[in-house]
């Protein structure tokens, strides 16, 4: 199955809340990187912005490895949702063989009823039918908001 192909399933998964079809699409030793999680080094006084990215790799790890951790990871995430659904639109995608990079739009209502919509870009390595390394870039700010983090 080819990368784009696994990568919508994904996103139809997270539309239906299908945890198990989650599941089902990660090797055991997939890692899931947050690179925007990651807190910001600083000298000196700690401006908003940077009080929010520390904030945000407060409620995030930057680093998740392992099939039964990124699934504690995505059933809290659905968790956080009100219906337990988050809708994705792909913007674009592009492949080389085990490597795709999407570009999609991530929409949900939180569990305090906020509207959270998001872009991001996913960098994935899928290998044997199952995802492998996990890339997610999206606006850390809007999270924040969107849950009351800060």
């Known amino acids: ?8 399933s994904l996103f139809e998964n997270f539309s239906q809340g299908n945890l198990e079809g989650i599941r089902n699409l ?3 030793n997939a890692v899931i990187e947050f690179p925007f999680a990651k807190a910001p080094e600083h000298k000196g006084e700690v401006g ?9 790799s407060d409620v995030v790890d930057s680093r998740i490895e392992g099939k039964d951790n ?18 994705y639109d792909f913007i674009e995608s592009m492949q080389d063989n085990e490597w795709c990079v999407v570009r999609g ?3 949900f209502k939180t569990v305090d009823g906020h509207d959270y919509n998001n872009e991001y870009c996913f960098m994935v390595q899928v290998r044997n039918g199952k995802i492998l390394h996990f890339y997610e870039y999206s606006n850390p700010l809007v999270t924040l908001a969107s849950f009351e983090i800060v």
């Open 1 to 8: 199955m080819e990368s784009i192909t696994i990568i919508k």
């Open 26 to 28: 990660w090797d055991e």
């Open 48 to 56: 908003s912005v940077t009080a929010m990215m520390i904030a945000y």
């Open 70 to 87: 990124i699934m504690a990871f995505w059933k809290a995430s659905v968790a956080g949702t009100n219906g337990g659904v988050m809708h």
């Open 105 to 107: 739009r991530g929409e």
